[in-house]
């Protein structure tokens, strides 16, 4: 594996598992220090302590206080900060709109999009000196609507305008911002917000909709993580990269 990250440091939410854990194993084996915020602490050190430099915070993305503290603990321990992965996100709940509540889509929201803004505030003073890169964590239901994921899809479309917002507003900066809109990934343990048989179902779906057939898996995502804040991708900013089995 190339060092492509060597002397960086990033800052993944929800690398407790799946997506997240994938990229922050990506980003260390390419030379990068990690900080993992999760809200499953015992997940995330568990992650953390696999890495050879790790840091592991029990966070609430959505908790503005917390994100800004352990903001604050990474630049004690490493004194920069190059990349933020708005990873964290997920379902509350399949349900169709007629019986959502707004309990569900207020919670959805948050998780999904405003902790996006949360955790890019936060990081921005220190991404704006690096000249660095955040990658938002979309999903495919942003821009095909599924039945049941209303909420969920709804707040993953806001995700886009974000992104290209803020790759025009800090292009100047030397900063790139890109969002990765996922197809079916494979799950990490079982989602206490599905329910076996809808799991499955979801999977056979993304099977008879992809044009590869194959499964995708989080090493997927975490590879075109890395792509997009390597120097390869040094012109391409405000994007959103299908990665989906076409
Ligand atoms: N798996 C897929 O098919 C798929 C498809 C499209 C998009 N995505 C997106 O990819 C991202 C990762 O999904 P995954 O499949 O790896 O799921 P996952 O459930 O395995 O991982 C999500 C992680 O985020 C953490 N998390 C959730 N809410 C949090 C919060 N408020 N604060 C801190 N941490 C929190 C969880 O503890 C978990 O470790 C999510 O944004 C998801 O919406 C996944």
């Known amino acids: 594996m190339t060092a ?14 799946g997506i997240g854990k994938a990229t922050a194993k990506r980003l260390s ?19 953390a302590d696999g890495l050879p430099k790790a840091l592991a915070f029990s966070v ?14 990474v630049l004690a321990k ?9 990873n964290a996100g997920g379902m ?3 349900l169709p709109i007629e019986h959502m509540t707004m309990e569900v889509v207020r919670r ?9 803004w949360i955790c890019t505030l936060a990081v921005l003073p220190s991404l704006q000196v ?13 821009q095909t609507p599924v039945y049941g994921m209303g909420a969920y899809g709804s707040a993953k479309a806001a995700v886009s305008n974000f992104t290209e917002a803020c790759a025009r507003e800090f292009g100047g900066k030397n900063m790139r911002v890109n969002a990765i809109v996922p197809g079916y990934i494979q799950f990490d343990g079982k989602k206490p917000s599905f329910t076996e048989e809808q799991a499955e179902m979801i999977a056979q779906q ?16 975490a590879a075109a993580v890395a792509f997009l804040c390597s120097e390869d991708a040094r012109h391409i900013t405000g994007i959103e990269l299908r990665v989906s089995g076409g």
């Open 60 to 73: 609430d993305v959505t908790d503005e206080g917390a994100v800004k503290a352990a903001v604050a603990q």
């Open 206 to 221: 993304a099977m008879q909709r992809q044009a590869l057939k194959q499964i995708g898996m989080p090493s997927d995502i």
């Open 78 to 86: 490493w004194a920069r900060i190059d990349i933020l992965v708005n």
């Open 29 to 47: 084996d390419e030379g990068a220090a990690v900080a993992i915020l999760d809200l499953n602490e015992g997940l995330a050190k568990e992650v």
């Open 130 to 142: 690096a000249g660095g890169n955040i990658v938002n964590i979309s999903s495919g239901s942003a």
């Open 108 to 116: 959805t929201t948050e998780v999904n999009y405003l902790s996006q």
């Open 4 to 17: 492509r990250f060597e002397g960086k440091v990033a800052i993944i939410t929800g690398a407790a598992s």
């Open 92 to 94: 509350a709940g399949i």
